[in-house]
C-alpha cells in the first residue's frame, strides 16, 4: 500500500513547519519596511535608513510604514519649464521627519529653561543677601570707628562697654565680613 503525502509529517514536524513559515513571514514584513529611492544616476536604491537629505521627495519611491507617505508629484500637463513637478498646496513648506520628537525635545528645552531660572534666582538672592551684608558691616565699622561707647548684652543679660582691646576685636571681624561680603 502506498501511503500518501498527507501521512508524511508527524505532528512536532507540521508544528515546526507553521512556526518556521511564520518566521519566514515575519521577516518579508520587516523587509518590507525599507526605503527605496533613486539615486542622482537614476538607479534604485534600497535601505532600512532613510535617504540622504539631497535626495528631493519626488525620488522617494516607498517608505517605511512608519514614516510619513510620499506625496505624489505629478508633472502639470500645462507646465510651460519642461517637465517640473508640480506640488501640492503646502507641500513645499512641510518638513522633512527628523526622526527627533518635538514634545521630547520641548519638554527638554523647557526644563533646561527652568532650571536655569531656577539657578539664577538662587544666584539674585545669594547677591541680595551678600549686598545687604556688605552694608550692614560697613555701618558697624563706621559706629565702632566713630569713638562712642558700644554696649552689647552678655550671655548673663547684663550690659557691657566694649574697651579698646574688645573694640579691635571688634573691628577686625567686621573687617574680614567686609573684605569676603564687599567684592
Not at 517640473?84 to 527638554?108: F, N, Q, T, V
Amino acid at each position: 500500500m502506498a501511503r500518501g503525502c498527507a501521512h508524511r509529517y508527524t505532528a512536532p514536524m507540521k508544528i515546526f513547519l507553521v512556526v518556521g513559515s511564520l518566521a519566514l513571514f515575519g521577516m518579508c514584513g520587516s523587509a518590507m519596511a525599507q526605503w527605496q529611492w533613486l539615486d542622482k544616476d537614476g538607479r534604485r536604491v534600497f535601505s532600512d535608513r532613510a535617504p540622504p537629505m539631497d535626495v528631493p521627495d519626488k525620488s522617494i519611491l516607498k517608505r517605511p510604514n512608519s514614516a510619513p507617505k510620499a506625496l505624489a508629484l505629478v508633472p502639470a500637463a500645462d507646465d510651460s519649464q519642461g517637465g517640473a513637478a508640480s506640488l501640492p498646496a503646502g507641500a513645499a513648506s512641510r518638513p522633512m521627519g527628523s526622526g527627533i520628537d518635538k514634545d521630547l525635545e520641548a519638554k527638554k528645552k523647557q526644563a533646561t529653561e527652568a532650571e536655569a531660572a531656577k539657578r539664577k534666582s538662587e544666584e539674585d538672592k545669594v547677591l541680595k543677601t551678600r549686598i545687604e551684608n556688605c552694608a550692614r558691616a560697613k555701618q558697624a565699622k563706621a559706629s565702632l570707628s566713630s569713638g562712642i561707647r558700644i554696649a552689647h548684652t552678655n550671655a548673663s543679660g547684663d550690659r557691657e562697654v566694649l574697651d579698646d582691646a574688645a573694640r579691635g576685636d571688634e573691628l577686625k571681624r567686621i573687617q574680614t565680613i567686609i573684605d569676603s561680603e564687599c567684592r
